[in-house]
Structure formats: C-alpha cells, structure tokens
Nanobody, 122 residues
Framework: QVLVVESGGGLVQAGVSLRLSCAAS????????MGWFRQAPGKEREFVAR????????YYADSVKGRFTISRDYAKNMMYLQMNSLSPEDAGVYYC???????????????WGQGTQVTVSS
C-alpha cells in the first residue's frame, strides 16, 4: 500500500509560478513511476506529466511542455511539479498518481492522492 499526498496548490495570478509537491509513503514507494494529472471544472481528468522510476525519464502533455517541469527526490519519495507562466487554462485539481506501469494512462496508476486545487486568475 502506498499513501499519496499532494500539497502546494493555491490561488495565483496568471503569469506567475507555483510548485506542487507529492509525498509517497509506503514500503516500496520509491520503486514506482509517478505522474501528475489534472481536472478542470466540467472536464475529464487529463495527463499533465510523469517521471519514470529507474531512469527518471520525463514526459509532458503538449499543453504544458516548456512551462512545467516534473522532478523527483528518490531519497525522500517526493515528486514535484514546477509550473511557470500559469494561465487560467491551467486551473483545476491536480492529482499525484503512483504506479508500477511505465505509462501515461490513468487507469494504469495504482495509487492516487486526494488532489490539490490550483486556481489561476486572469
């Protein structure tokens, strides 16, 4: 069992930066791939970024590429999402997910956090 907890959301103005954190705890939490997903009001949850377990390979949705950076601290079982140049389109609930499969498909992730709200005012 892996417990996943996100933090760092908030209300910001367009153009500024925000960093989200995800803490994964459990006996083998460090051996999982990790990813960020988000869900805007009235929309389906979508993939944002992910980072693989062993090599730390990173993948991004086209909508955030060049603005967001995903990183991971293996020693602390932490994952981060640095979000720059935020726009109202980035608003939503951001979820951290942990899984054994090297994939960006939501259904393949095994453990999810409760989400952290990001609101971007224009």
């Amino acid at each position: 069992q892996v417990l996943v907890v996100e933090s760092g959301g908030g209300l910001v103005q367009a153009g500024v930066s925000l960093r989200l954190s995800c803490a994964a705890s459990g006996r083998t939490a460090s051996a999982y791939h990790m990813g960020w997903f988000r869900q805007a009001p009235g929309k389906e949850r979508e993939f944002v970024a992910r980072i693989t377990w062993r090599r730390g390979n990173t993948y991004y949705a086209d909508s955030v590429k060049g603005r967001f950076t995903i990183s991971r601290d293996y020693a602390k079982n932490m994952m981060y999402l640095q979000m720059n140049s935020l726009s109202p389109e980035d608003a939503g609930v951001y979820y951290c997910a942990v899984g054994l499969a090297d994939t960006g498909t939501q259904a393949d992730y095994d453990y999810w956090g409760q989400g952290t709200q990001v609101t971007v005012s224009s």
